[in-house]
Structure formats: structure tokens, C-alpha cells
T-cell receptor, first 113, second 115 residues
């Protein structure tokens, strides 16, 4: 079965430090990969996506993610965390003709001032 | 660009009544829209895929007679929760797929509380 894994329920980081939110996928073919952020009682906001090309994808609000095919990973990174980055982050994959997104379980990012 | 409007943002209804949630793509046409349900501190659960002009495709375990989906135009999909019960209380989110850029745009969600 196709799946997306986010192994960390929560990531804690101090403001100004780099952050990484991990994501691995098990999807057949060449998946499209996405990162979204969700604030309380809100929908999902798009951060970035990988379709093809350069493995390093730059997105909104200073976030970036690196596609690693051999490790089937798509970790989200930011060089310097902000308190306002504190939110729930979802990794997702679109693996086929159905265009259905497969979501990870989400990672709560907490940035301490 | 790529804005999806979802209304209402929150709704409280009495048990046994029906509630309609609208999802509109404001600046693009969406042949495919998706409806999700999210429980507290959990991921999104896909309920159904809505295709313009055809019947929705429901995921396993989702009652199609309870969660009625209509995708009457390229910019509007609606989810009607019929005969709502307290266990239907949840956060419902829609998403519209844009083929031009392989993008999924999400609505802001609807908090449904059934009392």
C-alpha cells in the first residue's frame, strides 16, 4: 500500500536555529511530493512541491525541501526558525492517475523564543 | 492565484438536521475536488473525490447517503451532511485540483458541531 510517513509527532527547536521536519514516502512510480502547513482551525497552506528537476525545492516563507530518491525522503528544512513557524506540517504525495493526495500523519513544530 | 473559498467557516446544528458546506475555486476551474475530514490532532482523511458532472467517488467506509456531494460546475462542489448526529462533529476541508500546475489548493475548513 502506498503511504507517507512523518516519523516525528513533534519537533522542538529554538528560534534562530535550523529546523528539519522529516518525511519518507512509499509510492510507486515518480511521485509528486508536497508540504503544507496548517494553523489551528484553518485549512492547509501550500509551502512547496517537487514535480521533477532540481532535487532542492525552495518554497514559501523561507522553507525548502530536498528530494532524495534513493532514500525515498522529502525532508522540510529552514535555516533559521521563527516563533511564527509554529504550526502543524503535513507531507503529502500524489502517486498516480487518481490524483489523490496521500498524507502523512503530521508533525507539530514548536519554536521556542 | 489559486484561491479556494469554503463556507461556512463554522456551523452549529441540531441533531437530525442537514448542513451544506460549499467549496468554490475562485480563479480557476477545478474538474476535480476533494473532501476531507480531520479529527483533533490527526491527519486528513479523504472522504470522497468529486468530479464535475459525474457522481462522486467515495472512500471505503464513507456513507454516500449521509455525505452527499454535488459538483455541479467547474468552480463549485458542495458537501451536505444529512441527518447530522454528534459523531459527525468534525473539521471538514475541501481541496481543488488544478491540472495546469499539478497543484492542490485547500479551503479554510468548516468546523461542524452537532448538538
Amino acid at each position: 500500500a502506498q503511504s507517507v510517513a512523518q516519523p516525528e509527532d513533534q519537533v522542538n527547536v529554538a528560534e534562530g536555529n535550523p529546523l528539519t521536519v522529516k518525511c519518507t514516502y512509499s509510492v510507486s512510480g515518480n511521485p509528486y511530493l508536497f508540504w503544507y502547513v496548517q494553523y489551528p482551525n484553518r485549512g492547509l497552506q501550500f509551502l512547496l512541491k517537487y514535480i521533477t528537476g532540481d532535487n532542492l525545492v525552495k518554497g514559501s516563507y523561507g522553507f525548502e525541501a530536498e528530494f532524495n530518491k534513493s532514500q525515498t525522503s522529502f525532508h522540510l528544512k529552514k535555516p533559521s526558525a521563527l516563533v511564527s513557524d509554529s504550526a502543524l506540517y503535513f507531507c503529502a504525495a500524489d502517486g498516480g492517475a487518481t490524483n489523490k493526495l496521500i498524507f502523512g500523519t503530521g508533525t507539530l513544530l514548536a519554536v521556542q523564543p | 492565484g489559486a484561491v479556494v473559498s469554503q463556507h461556512p467557516s463554522w456551523v452549529i446544528c441540531k441533531s437530525g438536521t442537514s448542513v451544506k458546506i460549499e467549496c468554490r475555486s475562485l480563479d480557476f476551474q477545478a474538474t476535480t475536488m476533494f473532501w476531507y475530514r480531520q479529527f483533533p490532532k490527526q491527519s486528513l482523511m479523504l472522504m470522497a473525490t468529486s468530479n464535475e458532472g459525474s457522481k462522486a467517488t467515495y472512500e471505503q467506509g464513507v456513507e454516500k447517503d449521509k455525505f452527499l456531494i454535488n459538483h455541479a460546475s467547474l468552480t463549485l462542489s458542495t458537501l451536505t451532511v444529512t441527518s447530522a448526529h454528534p459523531e459527525d462533529s468534525s473539521f471538514y476541508i475541501c481541496s481543488a485540483y488544478r491540472t495546469e500546475n499539478y497543484g492542490y489548493t485547500f479551503g479554510s475548513g468548516t468546523r461542524l458541531t452537532v448538538v
